[in-house]
């Protein structure tokens, strides 16, 4: 054996070869994923052209002639297939972003309810994420719209919890500001003082870092925020007069309605959601040190600075990466929209499916519409993390 | 010095309000003026909303009535639950079979508490597994032993939502370590073919696959050829699950130091035995607390077939209270089952705790 380990080394037979055994895998790994795609695209066609069902998204230029119940756009059963799914995403997309500010709000504030030192309270949170993290989000759907269905009185006996506002088993209904350009002006001065601040921040911290001496953007855009458009309401002569819901006939009209299917559903992804971000909050907040807090206060941080300056920068690092997942599931979850009627993507495709009988372009659709949206989150994720990773010194 | 001013020094208790019930309070209720407030406001919301709730509850509650004596109350109906417990539970399995699925469900949930202990967790314990999911399967098909057939379209109820759970979990979890490995894998074929599939399947929401199985499977097979309904969304729910195991296992894999691979290279282990024997063996036992995660959201999954038709114990519910003598009492029906589920789900993230106490070996 010693003589032949100073000769050259023979070389070993190709099938002991790793490079070569790897090539052979590989090669028939996707010759099997092809082989078994072509059989199943050939069964498929063959099934297709004996069913003579139609291919091809040419279906999505003809009439749906289907109703969707609500619609942020102008929606008509004579407008297109296409017309009809935009609707959909777009319910599917009002759904998620108001589920989404709710789901962080409310999980944030069950999150550090949880490790408040009132007992009571944080046992209470302890409760609340248990129950809603252990029960099917589907069922809990179906819970919330029996109770809008079941137990709220029919409009003639709306309860009326106070003034304006209404509930019965048509949804809820509550009064709002009648339309003013006065609104508009505000909402547009609201978003100009955010852009301010956000570069006042910036500019804030760069001459913080530059020179020692701090600048209160945070506090000057909060109040701005408020102030400016109260002030544009006063200077339009402060318009007050609401539309308020009256029971005509068998419904209310004016104010605003909310679905009883868009409500439950909400609520819904809302509390079963919410339960896992107060997990991940949680976790966020305990994973900071003791002693970066003590190390914060030492250094004569006020509380607040230490909340603002050294928990929060490091909690945000743990805490957004998982948020961000929760929120994705919360998105894919408004799929479960189907089950209790109200109109989101999956509801319309399914419609649209059940109509033309093109099941491969429907189901194919709800893929790419979901995975558009979570494989965008995780770019702006890879992006988030990059530049939040911690450099070490 | 100090034993004569100790003896001379008698020994004070501390300040009432410091121990004992008065010190509990004030250390976790009224440790400040918020505090105290927040109790007090809590509090105040229960005594408002506990009450009314125990009244409608407990009190002006019927347990085992008639349809029609409920008519006549103000609070829950609960015999809607007694009255139709055979068929929420066991659905359209034909009548005179039913000890059937009870035998089944009973030898899951003895085999389930079986396997509590972990001192038991050995290689017959996989096999006791395995044998056990055989005799479930046969006997609710039946066709030996002069057990009738019962079709899969006639499994309903709490058996289905078990079986779909079960062997759901059973047969995703081999196919997730396998993808895992895949994705780990050094040859860029299989690695991007496993990255694929992992990330479009967690892209897309598990309805869409169910959809998938329910109208896209039957055009995939070649003519004459069918996969009956119950086994198509077992599919679905197997390739959904597999792909998040996969993502949980990866976790455990790239969490192993180089040091372990290089030692078993240096000892002239191949790749199957160095996966085998030194990687997967570590790598599992440290994410056993997430994949438990994953098993139980796989559970509490299996209730979306509702929405394909399949009849499992929540549409088994729905079924029931479509009858017109029983409509208008979901609130109690979903109380429920939210109840079982909750029950279920409550006993194994308990267990994954303790499962992560226990294991967590502190290196």
């Known amino acids: ?393 | 010095m100090t034993q004569t001013t100790k003896a001379k020094r008698e020994r004070l208790s501390p300040p009432i309000t410091n121990v004992g019930v008065i010190g509990w309070l004030k250390t976790n209720l009224f440790s400040t003026w918020y505090n105290s407030l927040l109790t007090v406001i809590i509090v105040a919301a229960m005594s408002w909303l506990i009450p009314p709730l125990v009244r409608w509850a407990f009190i002006d509650s019927l347990w085992n009535s008639s349809a029609e004596a409920c008519r006549d109350i103000d609070g829950a109906c609960w015999s809607v639950i007694p009255q139709n417990i055979k068929f929420i539970f066991l659905g359209f399995f034909p009548s005179g079979q039913e000890w059937r699925p009870v035998l089944a469900m009973a030898l899951l949930l003895g085999l389930v508490i079986y396997s509590k202990d972990r001192s038991r967790w050995k290689k017959s314990l996989a096999w006791l597994w395995l044998i056990n999911l055989i005799i479930m399967g046969t006997l609710m098909y039946g066709g030996v032993f002069g057990m009738p057939v019962v079709e899969t379209s006639q499994w309903s109820g709490l058996p289905l939502t078990l079986l779909l759970s079960f062997f759901g979990m059973v047969v995703a979890y081999p196919l997730g370590v396998l993808l895992a490995l895949g994705r780990r894998s050094k040859m860029p074929a299989i690695k991007t073919l496993c990255v694929v599939y992992i990330e479009m399947i967690r892209g897309v929401p598990l309805i869409s696959l169910l959809f998938m199985s329910s109208i896209m499977f039957p055009l995939f097979l070649p003519e004459g050829i069918t996969i009956d309904k119950v086994l198509r969304a077992l599919i679905a729910i197997i390739l959904f699950t597999a792909a998040y195991i996969a993502e949980v296992v990866r976790g455990g894999l790239q969490a192993m130091p180089r040091g372990q691979y290089e030692a078993a290279d240096s000892l002239g282990l191949n790749y199957n035995q160095t996966m085998r024997l030194i990687i997967l063996p570590q790598a599992l036992k440290i994410v056993i607390p997430p994949t438990v995660g994953i098993l139980l959201s796989a559970f509490k999954d299996t209730s979306l077939v509702v929405i394909i038709a399949l009849y499992d114990v929540l549409k088994t519910t729905m079924v029931t209270l479509s009858n017109p003598d029983w409509t208008g009492y979901s609130t109690e029906a979903y109380i429920f089952l939210a109840t079982l589920y909750f029950t279920f789900c409550y006993a194994m993230s308990s267990y994954s705790r303790k499962l992560e106490k226990d294991l967590h070996t502190g290196h």
């Open chain 1, 1 to 393: 054996m010693s003589n032949s380990a100073n000769t050259a080394i023979a070389k070993p037979p190709f099938w002991r070869d790793a490079e070569k055994r790897a090539i052979f895998f590989q090669i028939l790994a996707l010759l099997s994923v092809g082989g078994i795609s072509y059989y199943l695209f050939s069964n498929t066609q063959a099934n297709l052209a004996r069913q003579s069902i139609a291919t091809g998204f040419s279906f999505l230029e003809r009439e749906a002639s289907f109703e969707i119940g609500e619609s942020l756009i102008s929606y008509s059963a004579s407008d297109t297939y296409f017309r009809a799914l935009l609707v959909g995403a777009l319910n599917t997309l009002q759904v998620a972003f108001i589920g989404i500010i709710l789901t962080t709000i409310l999980g944030s504030v069950v999150g550090i309810a949880r490790l408040s030192s009132n007992w009571l309270l944080s046992k209470v949170a302890a409760g609340f994420i248990e129950l809603m993290q252990n029960i099917p989000i589907l069922l809990q759907l179906f819970f919330w719209y029996a109770i809008f269905y079941e137990s709220f009185p029919s409009p003639r006996q709306a309860l009326n919890p106070m003034k304006g506002v209404f509930l019965c088993n048509r949804g809820l209904i509550f009064a709002v500001p009648e339309s003013n350009p006065a609104y508009t002006a505000m909402g547009l001065a609201f978003i100009v003082v955010l852009i301010i601040g956000w570069f006042s921040n910036r500019w804030g911290h760069k001459r913080q870092e530059l020179t020692g001496q701090p600048f209160p953007a945070l506090r000057l855009t909060a109040a701005g925020a408020i102030l400016i458009p109260l002030l544009i309401w006063v200077m339009y002569g402060s318009p007050t007069a609401m539309s308020i819901p009256e029971l005509r006939g068998f419904n209310f009209s004016g104010g605003i309605t909310v679905s009883p299917e868009f409500a439950s559903l909400l609520l819904g992804l809302v509390l079963y959601t919410s339960a896992f971000v107060a997990e991940v909050v949680r976790a966020g907040i305990q994973s900071i040190g003791r002693g970066q807090i003590e190390a914060a206060m030492a250094i004569g941080l006020k509380p607040g600075q230490v909340l603002q300056l050294v928990i929060f920068p490091q909690a945000l690092r743990v805490i957004i990466p998982p948020l961000t997942s929760q929120m994705l599931n919360l998105t894919k979850n408004s799929s479960l929209a189907v089950a209790i009627g109200y109109a989101d993507f999956v509801a319309v495709a399914n419609t649209t499916i059940n109509q033309t009988g093109q099941a491969i372009e429907g189901v194919a659709m709800i893929m790419v519409v979901y995975l558009f949206f979570s494989l965008s989150t995780s770019l702006f994720m890879n992006w988030y993390n990059k530049r939040m990773a911690l450099v070490e010194r």
